[in-house]
Each structure stands twice: as C-alpha cells, then as structure tokens.
C-alpha cells in the first residue's frame, strides 16, 4: 500500500491526489496554506484546555444545524465504534456552526476552521475534476457543491495516557471507517495512526509536523461507486516507539448536505443517521 505525499503547489498535485485516494482512500498532502505555527498553537490551546477542569463547563447537550452535538464529550460517553464491544479511550469537543467555542481557543481553532475548509472544497474540486468520467457522470451534482458547512463538523480529540486499568480490548480509536465525504487531518505531534491495507495489514501513515492527512468516508464511496474507498483505520495505544502521553488530533470531517442523493439507496441524511445509530448502540 502505497499513500503518496502530494505537494499541494505542484502542477500535478490534483492527478496525484486523486490517484493516491482510489489506490489506498488516504493521501498526505504537504505545502499546503495552513502555517505550522497555526498547528502548534492549536495542540497547546488545546493541550491546556483538557488538562483543565473548564471542559466540564462546556459538556454537549444540544444539536445544531445539520445534527451534530456540539460541546464537551467526556471519556464516559465516548463512542463504541462499529463492530467493538469497548468505548474508545478518548474525550474529544466538538466545534460546529454556532456552538460554543472555549474563548481562550477561539481565535486560532476558527482560523484553522475556515483554512481547512477552503482546502477541503479545493480538494472536492481535484477529485471532480480528474476523476474518470463515468464517475463523475454518476454524481448527483458536482463534488463541491455537495459540501456543506453546517454538517460539516471539527472534532478536537484527547487521548490521556493510558493507565493500565484499562480493558484488554480498548483502543485509543478501534477500527472504524469515516462516514462524511473526505476528512482533514494534520499530522499529531504523536503517532499512532494506523490504515488498514487490502491483505489486512496495519500500515503507519507516514507524514512529518505541519502535514496534513486526507482520507475519504463513506459518502464518498457511496456517491461514486466504491471508486474511492473508505479505508478502514485506527488510532493505536502506546507502547513501542509510541510515547504514553497525551495526543492531541484536529479532524474536520467535510460532510454533504443532507439532502444530497448519494447513490439510490441513500441520501446524505439517511446515511448519517443509520451510521450514527450504529455507534451509539
């Protein structure tokens, strides 16, 4: 399995990316406009944020456009992901349109938001544009005008070091697969991540400080056929090379409009809700 690293400026950098998402669902993408000191004043915002006690005045307990909670989820309401029997060892706050955003992280996780975003509907773009014609002939509308904002939702996830109390089968993120239509993420000041290949390999994904990794979900696969894969993927526990302390990781997962027609079995809406239904058994 081969990820390629893609530079963002390059005159084939939209060719590469789309050939590195059908071959493997993931690609790195370095170059790109989000400054790295952007990244690490973000890992420290928010680093401080879970360390402290303040999280539990933002704990989730309302939705907001498009359905995602927006707020504080502590370890105990923490996902199960599909096909496990343990939650995930993690906490995570969720920063979605109109909800409510620590003031001390405000500033640099809106800057992120609105960078990442603007990329993501760039990228949208490369994937309709070299992608073959009898997938895009299969959409319902063009890959970009499918995004929407308000369903689009920034996860800041916190994995505490372990404890070792923890059940034998836990896992920082267990195996899962994303169900929006590509997701953003730069690389952690820590690693861990793990892609599944097609002989059912774990494969690091590689990358270096101030790349970001991309990867499609299960949107994308539905509205184009399978021709770009969701490919499974984990976050594993430390041990080995993988330092116990605290990760920090900033996903933005880019979703549809609800109502967008993925394929004939599914809207974007009706998929969402059968995939969230699934983890919050």
Not at 29 to 57: C, M, N, Q, V
Not at 121 to 142: C, D, K, N
Request: glycine share 8%; proline share 6%; net charge negative.
């Amino acid at each position: 399995m081969k990820i390629q690293t893609v530079d963002y400026d390059s005159s084939r950098a939209g060719q590469d990316f789309a050939s590195s998402l059908h071959d493997t669902g993931f690609a790195v993408l370095r170059g790109h406009p989000i400054p790295r000191t952007l990244l690490d004043e973000l890992y420290a915002d928010w680093s401080a944020f879970f360390a402290s006690d303040k999280k539990f005045e933002f704990l989730s307990n309302s939705d907001s456009e498009g359905g995602a909670r927006a707020g504080f989820f502590p370890s105990q309401v923490s996902e199960r992901a599909v096909g496990h029997s343990e939650k995930d060892l993690k906490e995570f706050f969720h920063v979605v349109a109109n909800g409510p955003v620590p003031l001390e992280c405000a500033d640099n996780i809106t800057q992120y938001q609105e960078l990442s975003f603007t990329i993501g509907a760039s990228l949208l773009g490369w994937l309709q544009q070299h992608s073959p014609q009898h997938v895009t002939a299969g959409l319902s509308e063009p890959l970009p005008d499918m995004l929407c904002r308000g369903a689009s939702v920034l996860r800041v996830l916190h994995y505490p070091p372990v404890q070792g109390v923890e059940h034998e089968n836990a896992m920082r993120a267990a195996a899962h697969e994303d169900i929006n239509l590509i997701t953003i993420l730069p690389v952690s000041d820590q690693p861990g991540l793990q892609v599944k290949d097609n002989a059912g390999q774990w494969i690091n994904v590689a990358g270096i400080g101030g790349d970001l990794v991309i990867n499609t979900g299960d949107m994308m696969r539905e509205a184009t056929g399978n021709y770009y894969p969701s490919t499974t993927h984990r976050v594993v526990n430390p041990g080995g090379n993988i330092e116990n302390v605290s990760r920090i990781s900033i996903p933005l997962f880019l979703t549809a409009r609800l109502d967008v027609v993925l394929s004939p079995r599914y809207t974007a809406g009706s998929y969402l809700d059968e995939r969230l239904n699934l983890i919050n058994r």
